[in-house]
């Protein structure tokens, strides 16, 4: 890192101060250095201080900059102990819809994501993780052929850990996360209705995956109505990136 680059990462706690003048100040400074070490700082400084005014000045990157700030959150991503920080602040970002969202697609970001929400156990970060998960969805329509069924099975995973742990989490933890459950299943049908339900009819055949079924699945499943899709289309259809 540079002098200059140094003393503005210095500058960054300003970012959120009192003082008005002093804030816009390094705004402007930040911003025109907001690259590789910087972003990199940028990005812990939100992990540190969940700024909002970090969260603006990030969503304000263009290509080809989003190439660093993509590898520093999926770096985030793979430490415990900034995971829910880094989800958190791609949520942000994503909802901010920044013009380079639909790179996440193809990279190493969207693996690390899906890979967390399949094994992670904290349920404030799968409760978050899947919301971004949501949110990301229909802005990535063309990740559906290469990661369609880590999309499932993160439904089928979620489904089945907030049915076996009613009675060992707080309530209100566990109805975040089974309303995330119902979104992404809707989400899912809503997107991917011949492979979804093909998904479905295998994933629940099984025994051990019965209980889950009856008591999580079935009731969404009764409360959606029939898609077109089921008539007129077909799972290789829905894959299609022209489509």
Known sequence: MSREQLSIAELLPSLDSSELQEAEQVRAAVNQHLRGAVLSCLVEYYLDSSSSQAVLLLSSIREPHHKALLEKLNESLSRPGSRLGAVTLLGHLIRKQPPWVHHISHSPLLSSLLRCLKT??????????????????????????????????????????????????????????????????????????????????LHYSMKENLDTFQEVVKPMLEHVRVHPELVTGTQDYELDPSR
């Open 120 to 201: 992670d156990t904290d349920v404030v970060f799968l409760i978050t993780g899947v919301l971004v998960l949501i949110t990301l969805l229909p802005m990535i329509p063309q990740a559906g052929k290469q990661h369609i069924y880590d999309f499932f099975d993160v439904f089928g995973r979620l489904a089945s850990w907030s049915y076996k742990n009613i009675g060992h989490l707080p309530v209100v933890q566990l109805v975040h996360l089974h309303a995330g459950v119902y979104s992404l299943f809707h989400r899912l049908y809503g997107m991917f209705p011949c492979n979804f339900i093909s998904y479905l009819r």
